[in-house]
């Protein structure tokens, strides 16, 4: 039954891949508002309803990793090491998000989240919406690992931290759109992110030493 059970997960997390695979090329080629979930569906050749099934709304197969996103957001500040602010645990995680940049091939690009985001308002609002959802999920990670800082400045914090990962995806996501070479762009947010998380990391420490 066990083993049952594993490929029946495994199938359905395929099927789940290849309809969000079947999305990425569509949006890359006609943009996310120009395309319906019967076209998804049938682009990937399954029902409307299965479509449905693994993604209930058409956001949901350009934001369908938001929630991992998060958790690995919240985690990396919780299980941080002692003495290592929360600006220096997300520096590893926006490093490797600039890092990807550089390995994502031009045609998947054009599907992905940051050129939807920039090419689509509808994307853009719901970006703008997830990352106030981010924001309040790291700053009660703060809250929760820094018991003296106040509320109010963990999400001041938060804030600050979380409006960096926005900053990869619009520069990423406009580099795809004006045909800026990845290199390019990722050696420009490489920079920035050193830049702004050095900046977080001297603030969290003087504030908080």
């Given at each position: 039954m066990a083993r049952e059970g594993g490929l029946r997960e495994r199938k359905k997390a395929l099927t789940r891949q290849h309809i969000a695979d079947a999305a990425a090329r569509l949006f890359a080629?006609?943009?996310?508002?120009?395309?319906?979930?019967?076209?998804?569906?049938?682009a990937a050749e399954v029902s409307d309803q299965t479509v449905y099934n693994y993604f209930p709304t058409k956001l949901d197969l350009v934001l369908d990793r938001a929630d991992e996103m998060r958790e690995k957001y919240v985690r990396a500040i919780t299980e941080r090491p002692d003495g290592t602010t929360p600006?220096?645990?997300?520096?590893?995680?926006a490093r490797e998000d600039v890092e990807r940049i550089r390995q994502v091939g031009a045609d998947e690009a054009r599907g992905?989240?940051?050129?939807?985001?920039?090419?689509?308002?509808?994307?853009?609002?719901?970006a703008l919406e997830m990352r106030d959802r981010d924001t309040d999920a790291v700053a009660t990670a703060i809250a929760e690992t820094c018991p003296a800082v106040h509320p109010a400045v963990a999400r001041a914090h938060a804030a600050a931290l979380v409006s960096v990962f926005q900053l990869?995806?619009?520069?990423?996501?406009?580099?795809?759109?004006d045909g800026t070479s990845p290199e390019v762009?990722?050696?420009?947010?490489?920079?920035v992110v050193e830049i702004v998380f050095d900046d977080a990391d001297r603030h969290f420490r003087h504030a908080h030493s």
């Open positions: 080629i006609r943009g996310f508002d120009e395309v319906s979930i019967a076209d998804v569906a049938y600006a220096e645990a997300l520096r590893v995680v992905a989240f940051p050129a939807l985001c920039a090419g689509s308002p509808t994307i853009r609002r719901a990869i995806v619009d520069r990423s996501g406009q580099g795809v759109l762009v990722a050696d420009e947010l490489a920079a």
